[in-house]
């Protein structure tokens, strides 16, 4: 069975290495009809652009920065229902596209998070990112209490991002509160 098409939407700002170490490791994961959208978040110079385009991303620019408004401008141009987001200094696992994917596909699920975890340079060891303390899945609902997850790794329908008009564009890096917009 083949799953529903995806966009990965990845604000950034001025980190061109990131972003192509990023990209390198999702572009492989992607199906003939996934996208990758990057939203440059009034980046300083070309090179960001520079390094979208070359890896066959659809490129958007924000003329002022802002993560949450770049996710919206990201999330409202992408050509699928179900778009995913992540940070341009995630490196996805193997599997990441197609798990992202079918978590969205899941009746009921009208948004997903997932684990983040952190390397350490040169040793390769794994660490819990302190806002994902949790590996195992959990129903995220009203009921739910603690951590929610981050939206440095992050998927939604469509209609879930109408319904709340997006990410509030008052928060997060590029904002006043430089943070939060997870909440």
Not at 35 to 63: F, K
Not at 115 to 121: A, N, Q, V, Y
Not at 165 to 174: C, K
Request: proline share 3%; with cysteine; aromatic share 6%.
């Amino acid at each position: 069975m083949t799953r529903q098409a995806l966009s990965v939407v990845i604000a950034t700002k001025d980190r061109p290495e990131q972003l192509a170490r990023c990209l390198e490791r999702l572009q492989p994961q992607l199906g003939a009809d996934d996208e990758i959208v990057v939203v440059d978040s009034a980046s300083r110079d070309e090179r960001t652009g520079h390094v979208a385009l070359g890896a066959g991303a659809t490129l958007l620019r924000a003329e002022r920065a802002g993560t949450s408004l770049a996710r919206n401008l990201g999330w409202r141009s992408a050509r699928h229902d179900r778009v995913a987001f992540i940070d341009d200094d995630i490196r996805v696992d193997d599997g990441w596209v197609d798990g992202m994917a079918t978590a969205l596909a899941t009746d009921d699920a009208t948004w997903v998070t997932g684990w983040i975890g952190l390397e350490r340079f040169g040793g390769g060891a794994r660490h819990l990112n302190p806002t994902m303390l949790e590996e195992s899945p959990a129903q995220l609902d009203r009921n739910h209490r603690g951590c929610m997850g981050a939206s440095a790794n992050f998927g939604a329908r469509r209609e879930v991002l109408s319904t709340v008009d997006g990410f509030d564009e008052r928060f997060g890096p590029g904002r006043w509160t430089a943070s939060a917009e997870d909440v």
